[in-house]
């Protein structure tokens, strides 16, 4: 008697597929489908009922900020770390700086001349003032689903690595002296939806350093990708930084984050007080918190957070 699998129809060519018992390892979504076996004898042969595999898993697909920046406060750091346990190779990064461009979507006094380093702890690994239309940078644009700049001859900037090797990134964004308007700062994993797998390799973090004035509002985007929901822990940040081993100076003194899919508001905004905290989402702040090695705050520290499943969509 022998027993040969199939997938889809098609003989499966893979260590296994014709032994008696059949391990599929470090499923991919290419291996999703309908999977039988046909046992055959002397008497003839039988095929199985389909059993049907689905490989379900999301990531996090880019993280946007619009702000307007001021002749007095013209710097702002986006970082992010690209990793996970056991993670190798590249990950393909898109990393832009929008001003003139916004024009063409409505947005008034933009910032006319953004610039952009990417930083390798303390190395510039990569700059750029205007994108001067490179060909590289206009394939990858429609591929992650980022608007078209305005020309080719824009003063955008814009930087693509094919293969970011694990690790943590910062980006620095800039203008000329004395440069003031909104300008949107935009980070993709810019793998190609087909290649997507479930290796680790990923965006793990995208975190924001920015002043705030007062009475304004900071606004940050990111996008959950595939097919299933993810947990995610967003926070505000103020008070801790103003203490060790932080210290800055003239940090936000009471920061509020609001929660939005599309213009709905998911969750009300919430003090960082876990000990008036017991059925929601933000119970599990505090073990989120370690869990991802964030630095923690004192019980009463007037920081904000928030751990909800996200579904995949675009959210603010």
Known sequence: MSQRRYFSSLFLARPGATSATFTLSNAQPGDAGAYTVVISGIAGSVTSTAANLTVSYSRLLNLSLLTTVTS????????????????SGGKPLLVRAAGPSLTQLGVVGVRPDPKLDLFSGQMVIA????R????????????VGAFAYASASSKDAAVYNAAMPPGAYTVQFSGGAGA????????YDATPAAAFTTAPLRLINVSVLKQINAGEI???GFVIGRNVSKQVLIRAVGPTLSTPPFNVNGAVADPRLDLFSNQTSLTAPLPWNPSKISSSPTARLPSSTSRIRAPTSTPTSPRCGKSPSANPSAWT
Request: charged share 5%; glycine share 14%.
């Open 72 to 87: 007095s406060n013209s710097l702002f750091t986006i970082g992010t770390v690209i990793g996970g346990a056991g993670s």
């Open 127 to 130: 700059t750029n003032d205007n």
């Open 132 to 143: 001067a239309g490179a060909t590289t940078l206009s394939n990858a644009f429609p591929q």
């Open 180 to 187: 003031t308007g909104t300008v949107i700062t935009e980070l």
């Open 218 to 220: 900071l606004t940050a």
